[in-house]
């Protein structure tokens, strides 16, 4: 749920729609926007030295 203190931190959100969880794993639009999120994720990321 979002409220006030954690929209902050959102930094994209993608609206999908029509298909229910399961099925989305099938869903050309929702494994790229999954892809596309671990990206950015990694490329933030901090190497350990």
Known sequence: MLTAKNQAHIR???????FEHEPSY??????????FSIQKVAAEAKVMT
């Open 12 to 18: 994209q959100q993608f609206r999908l729609a029509g």
């Open 26 to 35: 099938k869903n050309d639009t929702a494994r790229l926007a999954t892809l």
